[in-house]
């Protein structure tokens, strides 16, 4: 009993800097499986956001001394103690600048992705959905590989190879110092750490999400009424709200790439050929018309979508659905530019391909589902589904028992 009520108080205590204390019940009624979900949320993204703020400083370090150790390259025609000279080319300079850059740009979106996870939690936890619950479990395994591939490619910036190069040159210079060397890839240790303690968190949310599942399963479907076709179109609605987020998160995640390879190539233009240099106008140009473009798809898109399914409004929806094909053919463009144009995206081709596809596998599943919730419209699900957020689960009928509270949608 001591150990129930204190853990319980821990959960509480942790959530109550970003949930009101009256608000924790309308997320989780009286589930203490939902409390811990709330609490292990909260504790992997406290835990993961500070280690990947210090990964992050470390690896900005790391930039500033490869560029100085490549501008001493560059000023010198030979090193001290290599036998012969090397003259490193701009493609040379310009992979490995890139590759180094760009890697800042996927520790911030680790560091938002853990944000994104909690608040998708919160959601699902006030509307009961599941599908949601389970879409978490997947995303948190997906951060662990994410957690992976990020040390794989932080490892992989400066590699010694058996001839001449300019790995080879920058890391002479990081060693030059044998008392005082220049470390390289200092944040190892707290990648490693990244990845076995998101393992552990994706690991034991996944036992939390089952128990939930346990717990209330799909007893969300009680609220709507005995029709088997209402529970249909419901369960059509969540997953359709449901993907939208995530369309939202996958979007912005690309933006934000697409936008700072943008920026690194101004600023390092003079490394790029003379065909691939940007000006400044050229630059705002870009710019401008991503973010316009970007803009309508994560944000207009949405609110098209929300208004239309609280409205049941057909012109929402058909506007959304239109958008959201122009928004397949905008992906479909970047895809082929970034297969067509690799040189551009050095050091980003594998994460932009990766979030283009994603982006384009939602984007069809959304639009379909769209246009099935639209057929749905004038069939009543509009009255049922206040119901549903944030209520109680416990006042509904077990059947299996008090001792056993897993719920039936029959």
């Not at 309308?26 to 992997?44: F, K, M, N, V």
């Not at 990964?55 to 501008?71: G, Q, Y």
């Not at 990020?150 to 910036?157: D, L």
């Amino acid at each position: 009993m001591a150990t129930s009520y204190l853990s319980t108080y821990f959960a509480e205590g942790l959530l109550g800097c970003t949930v009101h204390c009256s608000g924790l019940s309308q997320l989780t009624g009286d589930s203490i499986w939902s409390r811990y979900s709330l609490a292990w949320s909260g504790i992997q993204a406290i835990v993961i956001v500070a280690l990947e703020t210090i990964i992050f400083r470390l690896h900005a370090t790391e930039v500033t001394n490869i560029k100085d150790a490549i501008a001493t390259i560059s000023a010198t025609t030979s090193l001290s103690n290599r036998k012969s000279p090397y003259t490193p080319t701009n493609d040379d300079k310009l992979r490995v600048v890139q590759s180094s850059r760009v890697l800042s740009v996927y520790h911030i979106l680790f560091i938002v992705a853990q944000l994104f996870q909690m608040i998708l939690l919160c959601d699902a936890m006030y509307n009961k959905n599941t599908i949601q619950i389970i879409a978490i479990v997947v995303f948190n395994c997906a951060m662990v590989a994410y957690a992976g591939l990020q040390m794989k490619q932080a490892s992989e910036i400066l590699v010694a190879t058996p001839t001449d190069s300019l790995q080879n040159a920058i890391l002479d210079i990081f060693g030059a110092n044998k008392y005082n060397p220049i470390p390289y890839h200092a944040s190892l240790p707290y990648e490693i750490a990244v990845l076995v303690l998101m393992a552990i968190f994706a690991t034991v949310f996944a036992f939390i999400a089952y128990k939930l599942y346990k717990e209330f399963g799909w007893s969300i479907y009680k609220k709507i009424g005995a029709d088997l076709a209402m529970r249909d179109m419901y369960k059509v609605y969540q997953i359709f709200i449901m993907i939208v987020k995530f369309d939202i998160f996958f979007q912005l995640g690309f933006s934000a790439q697409f936008l700072s390879l943008i920026v690194m190539r101004y600023e390092d233009q003079k490394l790029f050929p003379d065909e691939l240099q940007l000006s400044q106008q050229a630059m705002t140009n870009l710019i401008v018309v991503h973010l316009i473009l970007s803009t309508g798809a994560s944000i207009i898109l949405p609110l098209l979508a929300w208004w239309g399914l609280k409205r049941e409004s057909k012109l929402s929806m058909y506007c959304f659905i239109v958008g959201g094909f122009a928004a397949l053919v905008y992906n479909i463009m970047k895809l082929t530019q970034v297969f067509d144009e690799s040189s551009r995206f050095i050091g980003a081709n594998k994460f932009l391909i990766f979030f283009l596809i994603i982006n384009l596998v939602l984007g069809m599943v959304t639009i379909y589902l769209a246009w099935v919730c639209m057929k749905n419209f004038n069939n009543g699900l509009s009255a049922h589904i206040g119901k549903v957020s944030g209520t109680n689960i416990y006042p509904m009928e077990s059947v299996s028992g008090s001792g056993n509270k897993r719920w039936s949608i029959e």
